[in-house]
C-alpha cells in the first residue's frame, strides 16, 4: 500500500470485521494459546492474562477513572499482536486523502459474510479477467472454541464502551469505506446490534 501513489493500477481488497467481535475472539484464541497450548504465552501475555482475566475485565479497564489500572489495560491490549494489530494499522493511514489511495481498494469484503462476499469478490474478479479458477464452495466455519470459553464472550456495557473507545478508528476505517461505497451502510447497523448483544454472549 506505500505504492499506491507511485502504481496507480494496483488494486487491494480487505476483509473487515466487527472490532467487538474480533476483539474477543483474539482475547480467546491467545487465552486458549491457539487450541489448548500449542502456542505458549510470551511472558507479556502472561502478564496480560494474570492482571486481566476476561475480555470484559480487560475492556472495561480501558476506560477506568484510575490512570494505572487504564495503563494496565493498554499495556495488555499492547502485549499480543492478536489485540493490538487492529484494521486501522493495517490500512486507516492510506484512507488519508492526502495519500489518494482509497481509489487503490477494489473490494472490501466482511468477515461476517466471507462466504457470501467470496462468490461476490469472485464474480467481479471473472468479470476483470484475471481469475483463472473460481474457488470451489465451502462453507467457512469460524473457530467456536471449546464450551468452557462461553462464558468470556459475555461483555457489559462498560467493556462495550471501552471496545469501542479503543477501536475508534477503526469504526471510523469502516465509515470511511462506507462512504465511499464499498461497503453497504446496513454494516454499521450490524455492528450496532452487535454491541446491543453482550449482552448475551457472542455467538463466535
Known sequence: MHFCGKYPNLRFV???????????????????RD?????????????????????????CALTS????????????MMSSPHLHLDLYRYVGKFLNPK??????????????HIDEDVDRLSTLLEQRRVLQTRPSRQEAVMRQGSDKMR???????????????????DYKVI?????????DKSYLSELEQVEALGWQGLAR
Open 14 to 32: 480487505v476483509f473487515v470485521r466487527s472490532p467487538i467481535q474480533r476483539f474477543v475472539s483474539a482475547w480467546i484464541s491467545r487465552f486458549d
Open 35 to 59: 487450541q489448548e497450548g500449542h502456542n505458549p504465552w510470551t511472558k507479556e501475555e502472561e502478564w496480560g492474562f494474570t492482571r486481566f482475566q476476561s475480555p470484559a475485565e480487560l475492556a
Open 65 to 76: 477513572p484510575h490512570a494505572e489500572v487504564r495503563q494496565d489495560a493498554s499495556r495488555a
Open 99 to 112: 495519500k489518494r489511495c482509497l481509489g487503490n481498494f477494489l473490494f472490501v469484503g466482511r468477515t461476517e
Open 151 to 169: 462464558p468470556y464472550r459475555m461483555l457489559n456495557q462498560c467493556a462495550v464502551e471501552g471496545l469501542r473507545e479503543w477501536y475508534r478508528r
Open 175 to 183: 465509515q470511511r469505506f462506507v462512504k465511499a461505497g464499498l461497503l
